[in-house]
């Protein structure tokens, strides 16, 4: 790939940004390709030590707050598109319950799935207590001679040592997939903004 389709690529890829601030992020991406092009690289090389073109969107958008897209996005343009703000006023009744109906469900069984990690998480906590309250136990059957009494509570400690660590590492590997999963949905939902503007249809 050649300098000119990369900054084709990220110049589609960025379309949905403010102009400034499109023309800023690949002003940055000229200047790194012509860094490694003075240390002798070639084009072809330089973007490649770079990466692509859905990489560097990607940065891009995981640099940038949600929330400044979202104001950017919807920020009133010159051209407003009247048919769309008449159909959006008369299904107003309609979409909106819908959307709220869906948003809600999304974040209620998101807040399930955290509250059910967290419930493992007590669970593996209270086991933890069991596994070294045991010890005391043992010790205690031991100064009375009472050898299968120890045994035993060894036996239990154990146990839920086991299980602590067992429970444990389930819920942080589920924590950490909730959390990468979250934060692959926000990355797409910043892609979504920043990327090629559909300015196809007809403006009234």
């Given at each position: 790939m050649n300098r000119k389709e990369f900054i084709d690529g990220l110049r589609d890829g960025l379309s949905g940004m403010p102009e400034h601030e499109m023309e800023e992020r690949i002003s940055?991406?000229?200047e790194m390709i012509d860094e490694h092009m003075a240390n002798g690289e070639s084009e072809e090389t330089a973007i490649a030590a770079i990466g692509s073109v859905d990489a560097a969107v990607a940065q891009i958008s995981s640099e940038i707050p949600l929330a400044k897209l979202v104001r950017d996005r919807v920020r009133p343009k010159k051209k407003v598109n009247v048919?769309?703000?008449?159909?959006?006023?008369?299904?107003?009744?309609?979409?909106?319950?819908?959307?709220?109906?869906?948003?809600?469900?999304?974040?209620?069984?998101?807040?399930?799935?955290?509250?059910?990690?967290?419930?493992?998480?007590?669970?593996?906590?209270?086991?933890a207590i069991a596994a070294v309250a045991t010890l005391?136990?043992?010790?205690?059957?031991?100064?009375?001679?009472n050898v299968p009494g120890a045994v035993f509570a060894i036996g239990v400690g154990l146990i839920c040592a086991g299980l602590a660590v067992l429970i444990f590492q389930g819920s942080a590997a589920m924590g950490g997939w909730l959390l990468r999963q979250t934060g692959n949905v926000l990355l797409s939902i910043k892609k979504a903004?920043?990327?090629?503007?559909?300015?196809?249809?007809e403006n009234i």
């Open positions: 940055f991406y000229n048919g769309l703000i008449i159909l959006l006023v008369l299904g107003f009744p309609v979409w909106f319950p819908l959307a709220l109906a869906a948003l809600s469900i999304m974040f209620t069984v998101y807040l399930v799935i955290w509250v059910i990690i967290l419930a493992f998480f007590i669970v593996d906590l209270a086991l005391p136990g043992a010790v205690i059957y031991l100064m009375s001679s903004l920043i990327g090629k503007d559909d300015n196809s249809n």
